[in-house]
Nanobody
Framework: QVQLVESGGGLVQAGGSLRLSCAAS????????MGWFRQAPGKEREFVAA????????SVATSVRDRFTISRDNVKNMVYLQMNSLKPEDTAVYYC???????????????????WGQGTQVTVSS
């Protein structure tokens, strides 16, 4: 089991950058696939990015692929989402999620993940 806490959200102007962080509890963090999802007002939850337990595999949604990067530090039990060239359409609550994995697996569906953080608000002004 893992507990997740996101941080780093805030209000930024279009074109700016933010780095979201997700702190995970426990000593088995390196055995979890991690993902980032977001939900904008009036829209469904959307996959953003995922990273395998070792960090060797990543997947990023096409809508943000050229601007967002996911990474992890298994020593610090942290997952990051670097967000560059932010647009107003990126405004959403961003969630960190975890799924226990036995190998280098990626998951892009929200229902695949067992554990979720509380979310952090990202607002991009024009």
């Amino acid at each position: 089991q893992v507990q997740l806490v996101e941080s780093g959200g805030g209000l930024v102007q279009a074109g700016g950058s933010l780095r979201l962080s997700c702190a995970a509890s426990g000593r088995t963090f390196s055995r979890y696939t991690m993902g980032w999802f977001r939900q904008a007002p009036g829209k469904e939850r959307e996959f953003v990015a995922a990273i395998s337990s070792s960090g060797g595999l990543t997947s990023v949604a096409t809508s943000v692929r050229d601007r967002f990067t996911i990474s992890r530090d298994n020593v610090k039990n942290m997952v990051y989402l670097q967000m560059n060239s932010l647009k107003p359409e990126d405004t959403a609550v961003y969630y960190c999620a975890a799924k226990y994995s036995n190998g280098p697996f990626l998951y892009t569906g929200g229902n695949d993940y067992n554990y979720w953080g509380q979310g952090t608000q990202v607002t991009v002004s024009s």
